[in-house]
């Protein structure tokens, strides 16, 4: 199973930038990924994902679409969340994530299968 490692996170006043980072001990070229979040008190929520390959198809919940940025570099094995204009509602820990079987979309969250520890977002008023 791969094991996934986030990094990135932090502290940040809203309207600012931050930009994750998730680091697969194997190969992800064939597998979509995606990030996901979770708030305290609530469900983990699926944030963006994209898909296998080149990453030509990336999907967005509507709360970031504009703001968030999924990218990924299959060469480094690395996956990346480019995440701007930040508000206090996005304050949660993120979770990289892939998808269980191969050549997926990565544009539903039940796709998902495997979890890194997590990396907290913190964005102040």
Same mark, same amino acid.
Request: proline residues 2%; positive net charge.
């Given at each position: !199973?791969?094991?996934?490692?986030?990094?990135?996170?932090?502290?940040? !006043?809203?309207?600012?930038?931050?930009?994750?980072?998730?680091?697969?001990?194997?190969?992800?070229?064939?597998?979509?990924?995606?990030?996901?979040?979770?708030?305290?008190?609530?469900?983990?929520?699926?944030?963006?994902?994209?898909?296998?390959?080149?990453?030509?198809?990336?999907?967005?919940?509507?709360?970031?679409?504009?703001?968030?940025?999924?990218?990924?570099?299959?060469?480094?094995?690395?996956?990346?969340?480019?995440?701007?204009?930040?508000?206090?509602?996005?304050?949660?820990?993120?979770?990289?994530? !892939?998808?269980?079987?191969?050549?997926?979309?990565?544009?539903?969250?039940?796709?998902?299968?495997?979890?890194?520890?997590?990396?907290?977002?913190?964005?102040?008023?």
């Amino acid at each position: !199973q791969v094991q996934l490692v986030e990094s990135g996170g932090g502290l940040v !006043q809203a309207g600012g930038s931050l930009r994750l980072s998730c680091a697969a001990s194997g190969r992800i070229s064939t597998y979509a990924m995606g990030w996901f979040r979770q708030a305290p008190g609530k469900e983990r929520e699926f944030v963006a994902g994209i898909a296998w390959g080149g990453g030509r198809s990336a999907y967005y919940r509507d709360s970031v679409e504009g703001r968030f940025t999924i990218s990924r570099d299959n060469a480094k094995n690395m996956v990346y969340l480019q995440m701007n204009s930040l508000k206090p509602e996005d304050t949660a820990i993120y979770y990289c994530s !892939q998808e269980r079987m191969p050549y997926g979309l990565g544009n539903t969250q039940r796709g998902f299968g495997s979890w890194g520890q997590g990396t907290q977002v913190s964005v102040s008023s």
